[in-house]
């Protein structure tokens, strides 16, 4: 019997720009803000390609479009930047336990209710949460409102970068959204330890996408000019199913 086919459309691949990546593309941004023309993105993106960290490796070659979409979002939001402008997932807790902690509920029922207050965009992506469609971990683009459900627990209501308002959802505060996970660089390989919960891309017919991981095993490999050779042995929260992945498909959780 064949495998069955998903009736949720796959949602596209999401691999992450590193650090040096972002400081190389804000660099450009300032010396070429006026440039930003296809020929540009499209130079921009050979040159990220050809890297030592992605070349040869299709799961995190970027397309043009993510590099086009990254500049846009970045121009756009250094337009309407706000001087201290607050945290938005602080401000959702804020109002919530500000709100929850002066009224009681008006009634028994299950059903939330829904602030409808709209909060800006985070501008640097600090947020990922997590889908309960199929488990993965995605990067937030904007946090649209926020509802107390009458258990008390806290729900925003996320978009997620990259994916339209068909594909918004509400999440756990608490269970499903958290700081971004961190690209790790070719260099970093010693900061992944056995034991580490790490979040891992995972790519097959169906889909591509991140999943939280737990290190197994570590292989420490000398590095060439291709970078980091080491190999991690994971273990996937989601449905225990183990893989062997180079450092390129890894994200470190931040420090606390």
Known sequence: MGKPVRSRPRRSQRTRFTRSEIRQMENLLVEKKDELDQIFFQNVTKELNVASGRAGSRAIQ????????????????????VTSSPNPLEEFINISDTSHSNSAPESSS????????KVPD??????????SRDGAWYDVATFLTHRVLSSGELEVR???????????????????VRERSVPLESSECWKVAVGDLVLCFQENAEQATYYDARV?????KLHDIRGC????????????????????????????
């Open 122 to 131: 985070e501008t640097n992506l600090e947020f990922e949460a997590r889908s």
């Open 216 to 220: 197994i095993e570590i292989q420490r």
């Open 110 to 117: 299950d059903l939330p209710k829904d602030t409808g207050e």
């Open 62 to 81: 970027m397309e043009q479009y993510q590099v086009q979409k990254w500049f846009q979002s970045k121009k756009r939001n250094q337009a309407t930047e």
């Open 158 to 176: 996320v978009r997620y970068q990259g994916f339209g308002a068909e594909e918004d959802e509400w999440v756990n505060v608490k269970k499903a």
């Open 229 to 256: 050779r080491c190999l991690f042995l994971i273990q996937y929260d989601h449905d225990q199913t183990e893989e062997k992945v180079n450092l390129r498909r890894l994200c470190r959780r931040p420090a606390n």
